[in-house]
């Protein structure tokens, strides 16, 4: 659906930067967080500093205009089917629209 509001279009905008790899985007091949890669080094402990490395590398270059806030990760096993499902949760701002708030969870898949 489309959205009426800056606010709606920047999450929107922010949502499919992080879910965008490397090479998925028609001629811009670096454009996105690219944490594709890193999803089978759950195991390691540098993982979630890796993962906020690139998302923040990903919106500083194509949304400097958001400020993150907070980050979370959390890995949810799945014990059927050996795919383990990984939320992100972060906050940002828009200071040069708002001073709210918001916050975006992501859900990725990880196999195993």
Do not use: C
Not at 86 to 112: C, E, F, H, W
């Amino acid at each position: 659906s489309m959205h009426t509001l800056p606010g709606a279009q920047i999450a929107d905008n922010l949502r499919n930067l992080i879910l965008t790899n490397h090479g998925e985007r028609l001629g811009l091949y670096y454009f996105g967080a690219n944490l594709k890669p890193i999803l089978f080094e759950l195991g390691s402990a540098d993982w979630e500093s890796e993962a906020i490395r690139r998302i923040g590398g990903a919106v500083g270059k194509w949304m400097p205009f958001i400020e993150m806030d907070t980050f979370q990760s959390a890995v949810m096993p799945n014990e059927f089917d050996g795919i383990a499902e990984i939320v992100l949760r972060m906050t940002y701002g828009i200071p040069s629209y708002d001073q709210n708030k918001r916050a975006l969870q992501i859900t990725l898949a990880a196999g195993g």
